[in-house]
């Protein structure tokens, strides 16, 4: 899962968005004013998984009297040592990768990339990978829905004008014994991405930090929030949809309804690039909250590089397989807004 969750306290704000040559070489994976995101977890199976290995292997009577059963034992958890270095392997190769796309000429960044797409598509097409997540790789974003279906890694780099390109890998399982990869190409622009679905060799491109699973009558509805640094001027996130069919992917669905009613099939926002939007989902209450953006000044109406939080939030319901819009709801989330326990709805006004 992509920082697991984000800092209570910006709920959802991405990576700084370096448009020069600095430090940190271009390749950003940042929240604004300077705050870290916490880092993925371990390369391993899940936890429970774990334990069960545990468990399988101190109660099994290995440590039989003499040489015979040491040289057993190295044979039984030889699989287990391979395996180990086999992942090792695999990490250093991404963060070598990593290390171009942060240091390297524009060239040499997509190629690294490219390869880095390639590594992962053949990794993960193994179903025995599945579950594998990597550690100590800085820049990686893992993100997994809670029932396990769903697995992706997302990246972006900055190229030498300034402008984003992003990269995103999707596993998921068809059947228990297949595992099907996707690569998100970031070819096409934002432009009414509003009102059509669209498959992922021709993707908006975008930094998704957050999965979630919804069911209704026997269908998982998967909603991914994500990111995208446009430019100089404006940030924008988005609310959208992983479709499944088999082994396909097809991004969008006309389960969301605009402020006025219409049907869409992803939100999009955009404010100006020296704000943060706040805008992920709260467990508790089971809702995704955001900022409410408007511009400074009325007379600024359209133009988003003006648009900015102004201190109250939407909400997305999910109900019957749709998503409802509510508008000026009351965030409880003490993080989100910094109110005092006492605090009331009233407060939220200027």
């Known amino acids: 899962?992509?920082?697991?969750?984000?800092?209570?306290?910006?709920?959802?704000?991405?990576?700084?968005?370096?448009?020069?040559?600095?430090?940190?070489?271009?390749?950003?994976?940042?929240?604004?004013?300077?705050?870290?995101?916490?880092?993925?977890?371990?390369?391993?199976p899940s936890e429970q998984a774990l334990a069960q290995t545990s468990n399988q292997r101190t109660s099994c009577p290995f440590f039989w009297e003499g040489a015979r059963g040491w040289a057993f034992l190295f044979l039984f958890f030889l699989p287990f040592l391979t395996s180990a270095q086999i992942d090792?392997?695999?990490?250093?190769s991404v963060l070598t990768a990593f290390n171009v796309m942060r240091a390297g000429e524009d060239s040499e960044k997509m190629v690294a990339a490219a390869k880095l797409e390639a590594m992962f598509s053949e990794?993960?097409?193994?179903?025995?990978?599945?579950?594998?997540?990597?550690?100590?790789?800085?820049?990686?974003?893992?993100?997994?829905?809670?029932?396990?279906?769903?697995?992706?890694?997302?990246?972006?780099?900055?190229?030498?004008?300034?402008?984003?390109?992003y990269h995103c890998i999707m596993r998921h399982k068809p059947t228990k014994e297949t595992v099907a990869v996707t690569i998100f190409q970031d070819n096409t622009d934002w432009e009414r991405m509003e009102r059509k679905p669209i498959r992922p060799n021709d993707w908006y491109g975008a930094l998704y930090y957050k999965i979630?699973?919804?069911?209704?009558?026997?269908?998982?509805?998967?909603?991914i929030l994500g990111w995208d640094g446009k430019d100089n001027i404006t940030n924008r996130k988005v609310v959208d949809v992983i479709n499944i069919q088999g082994k396909s992917v097809i991004l969008g669905s006309s389960m969301f309804k605009s402020e006025k009613g219409l049907p869409l099939h992803r939100l999009i926002y955009e404010y100006a690039n020296d704000v943060s939007m706040a805008l992920n989902y709260d467990e508790k209450e089971k809702l995704i909250i955001m900022d409410h953006l408007s511009p400074e000044d009325s007379r600024f109406e359209g133009q988003f590089q003006f648009y900015a939080p102004d201190f109250s939030y939407d909400a997305l319901k999910f109900e019957k397989g749709e998503w409802i819009f509510e508008r000026d709801v009351f965030a409880k989330n003490r993080g989100l807004n910094n109110l005092p326990d006492n605090a009331r709805p009233g407060d939220f006004k200027d």
């Open 1 to 44: 899962m992509l920082a697991n969750q984000f800092h209570e306290d910006f709920l959802g704000v991405p990576p700084i968005k370096n448009r020069g040559q600095s430090a940190s070489g271009g390749y950003v994976f940042f929240a604004k004013k300077q705050k870290r995101m916490p880092l993925p977890s371990l390369t391993r």
């Open 88 to 92: 090792t392997t695999f990490r250093n």
């Open 123 to 165: 990794y993960y097409s193994d179903p025995i990978h599945f579950e594998l997540e990597l550690d100590s790789v800085p820049f990686l974003g893992q993100l997994s829905s809670w029932d396990g279906v769903i697995r992706m890694l997302c990246w972006n780099l900055v190229l030498q004008n300034g402008s984003y390109q």
């Open 212 to 223: 979630l699973a919804n069911r209704y009558r026997g269908k998982t509805y998967y909603t």
